[in-house]
């Protein structure tokens, strides 16, 4: 769901009001916290323009880099040396 919401560019704000639901719910059903009810996937399906099975599909997880970034200032001592 998140995935077809921002690539149309839309808030959660927008979807939760396009589909006709609470803003806090359709927060934790994007991250997961909830389990959706099958009249709620209809609706988010209706708003997202798409079949409901099309959010029941499994997507790819995020990709959670661990550590710190580099910075650039570390990058470029290593190199001097």
Same mark, same amino acid.
């Given at each position: 769901?998140q @995935? =077809?919401? #921002?690539?149309? $560019?839309? +808030?959660?704000? %927008? #979807?939760?009001?396009l589909?006709?639901?609470? #803003? !806090? %719910?359709?927060? @934790?059903?994007?991250? $997961?916290?909830?389990?959706? +009810? =099958? !009249? !709620? =996937? ?6 997202? $323009?798409?079949? /409901? *099975?099309? #959010? =029941?599909r &499994? $997507?790819? /997880? /995020?990709?959670i880099?661990? *550590?710190? /970034?580099?910075?650039? @200032? &570390?990058? +470029?001592? @290593? +190199?001097?040396?």
């Amino acid at each position: 769901m998140q @995935r =077809l919401r #921002l690539k149309r $560019g839309w +808030t959660q704000e %927008y #979807l939760a009001e396009l589909a006709v639901l609470d #803003l !806090s %719910y359709a927060q @934790r059903v994007e991250r $997961g916290e909830i389990n959706v +009810t =099958l !009249s !709620s =996937l209809a609706n988010f399906a209706d708003a997202l $323009g798409v079949q /409901p *099975g099309v #959010l =029941l599909r &499994a $997507g790819k /997880p /995020p990709v959670i880099k661990r *550590g710190r /970034p580099k910075t650039k @200032r &570390a990058a +470029t001592a @290593r +190199t001097r040396k």
